[in-house]
Each structure stands twice: as C-alpha cells, then as structure tokens.
T-cell receptor, first 114, second 112 residues
C-alpha cells in the first residue's frame, strides 16, 4: 500500500537551532513530494515540493527539504528555527504525478521555544 | 488571487440531519479536491473534480456523501443522515494544471 510516514508526533527545538522534521514514503514509481504547514483552525499552506532535479529543494520561510531516493525520505529542514515556525507540518506524496490525489502523513507538531 | 473560500466555517448539526458545504476555488483553477481531516490525522482524500467531471472518489466516500461541481466553478459537498463519526474538518483545495494544491480554511462539522 502507498503511504507516507512521519515518525515523530512532536519535535521540540530552541529558537536559533537547526530543525529537522522527518518524512519517509512508500510508493511505486517516481513520486512528487510536498511539505505543507497548518496553523490552528486554518487550512494547509504549501511550503515546497520536489518534482525532479536537484535533491535539495528550497521553499517558503527559509525551509528546505532533501530528497533521498535510496532511503525514500524527504526530510524538512531549516538552519535556524523561529518561534513563529511553531505549527503542524505535513509531508505528502503524489504517487503518479500531476492531478492525482495527495497522500498525507499524519503530521508532526513543531514547537520552537524562545 | 483571493484564495480558496469555504462556507460555512463551522457547522453544528444533530445526528440524522443533512448538511451541505460550499467551496469556491481560485478562479481559473480547473481542479478541485475535497479532503477530510480528523484530530491527530493528516487530511484524507475524498474526491476530485477536473472542471465539472468527478474523476476520482475515495472508498471513504460512502453513499451518504455526494459532491458536485456544476459548470466547473464552485463545488458542494453534501452529507445525508449525518453520524457522529462524520465530525471532522472538511477541506477544499484547488489547483491549476500544476501539482500544488491551494487549500481553503476548511469547514468544521460537529455532529451532536
């Protein structure tokens, strides 16, 4: 079955420290990979995506993600966390390509302390 | 770009009643998606339209659920004979021909 795993329910980091939110996937073929962020009582906001090309993808708000095909991972990273980065982060995969439904992980809550 | 708009933001209904939600996508986005999100879970795909055609439906979409997108513009999601298990956040998203989904703020349904 095609799936996305976010192994950590919560990640805690201090402001100014680097952060990593982990994501692994299990799909056939060459998937498209995404990260979205959700603030309380709001919809999801797009952060970044990997389609093809450079394995390091840069996105909004200083976030980046590294695609690793051999490990089937797509971890979200940021060199220096801000308190305002505290939110719920979702990894998602599109198994076939454009137009098909995204499969989401269960989400990881990021908490950045001052 | 006015964003994806969903109405209402909140809906409280009694078990057994019918409810209808509306989604207005970003104009010129020909793809429209409905997702359901429960507490502690990621969004789960319900159904997908390309223009007015409903191209994909999840097995989660029981026969009590129906979605329409007349004229390929706004969409409605109706739930008949609501059950307590239907309580969730219902998210709508739209996209142009690219892959990125743009989500609305959702409709939170509470079935009492």
């Amino acid at each position: 079955a095609q799936s996305v795993a976010q192994p950590e329910d919560q990640v805690n980091v201090a402001e100014g420290n680097p952060l990593t939110v982990k994501c692994t996937y299990s799909v056939s073929g060459n998937p498209y990979l995404f990260w979205y962020v959700q603030y309380p009582n709001r919809g999801l906001q797009f952060l970044l995506k990997y389609i093809t090309g450079d394995n390091l993808v840069k996105g909004s708000y200083g976030f980046e993600a590294e695609f690793n095909k051999s490990q089937t991972s797509f971890h979200l990273k940021k060199p220096s966390a801000l308190v305002s980065d505290s939110a719920l982060y979702f990894c998602a995969v599109s198994p076939i390509g454009a137009g098909t439904a995204l499969i989401f992980g269960k989400g990881t809550t990021l908490s950045v302390s001052s | 770009d006015t964003g994806v708009s969903q109405d209402p933001r909140h809906k409280i209904t009694k078990r057994g009643q019918n409810v209808t939600f509306r989604c207005d996508p970003i104009s010129e986005h020909n793809r429209l998606y409905w997702y359901r999100q429960t507490l502690g879970q990621g969004p789960e795909f319900l159904t997908y339209f390309q223009n007015e055609a409903q191209l994909e439906k999840s097995r989660l979409l029981s026969d009590r659920f129906s979605a329409e997108r007349p004229k390929g513009s706004f969409s409605t999601l109706e739930i008949q004979r609501t059950e307590q298990g239907d309580s969730a956040m219902y998210l709508c998203a739209s996209s142009p021909t690219s892959e990125t989904l743009h989500f609305g703020n959702g409709t939170r349904l509470t079935v009492t």
